[in-house]
C-alpha cells in the first residue's frame, strides 16, 4: 500500500504565475511540501536543497525547458525515477518521458487529484495521459 499525499515532496515548474499557483495551492491543500520554480534552471538550482516526490512541469519555459528539465532528472541516480507529470497548454504536447501528461485547460483540479492518487496516494494507475 502507498503512503498517502500528505507529508510528501513536490516540485512545480512553469512560467505563467497562474498555474503554478494554482497547482502548488492545490498540492499544498492535499498535504504535500511544496517549492516551485519559474523554469527548468531554477528548479535544477533547487534539486541542490529539495528532493521531491513529485515533479510538475511545463515543456515551454524559457532558460530550460522541461524537455531540456527532464534530460537532466533521468541523467542523475537521484532524481531518476522521480514521477514527472507533463503540464501543457497544448494537447498535443507529448513527453514520453513523463509519468503523466496533463492539460492546463482541462478540469486541473480533478486532473491533478488522479495523478496524486496514482503516484503517492492510494490508487492505481491511470495511465499515461489525464488529457
Known sequence: MQSSPANRRALVVDDSMLIRHTVCRFLEDHGCEVESATDGA???RILERFRPDIVFTDLD???LN???LIDALKAR???LDIPIVVLS???SAREPRATFCMNKDADIHSDLLRVLDATLGRGPAIG???L
Do not use: F, Y
Request: charged letters at 35%; glycine letters at 6%; a positive charge.
Open 128 to 130: 499515461k495521459s489525464v
Open 42 to 44: 531554477e528548479a535544477l
Open 61 to 63: 519555459m524559457p532558460k
Open 77 to 79: 541516480l537521484d532524481t
Open 66 to 68: 522541461g524537455h531540456q
Open 89 to 91: 497548454a497544448r494537447r
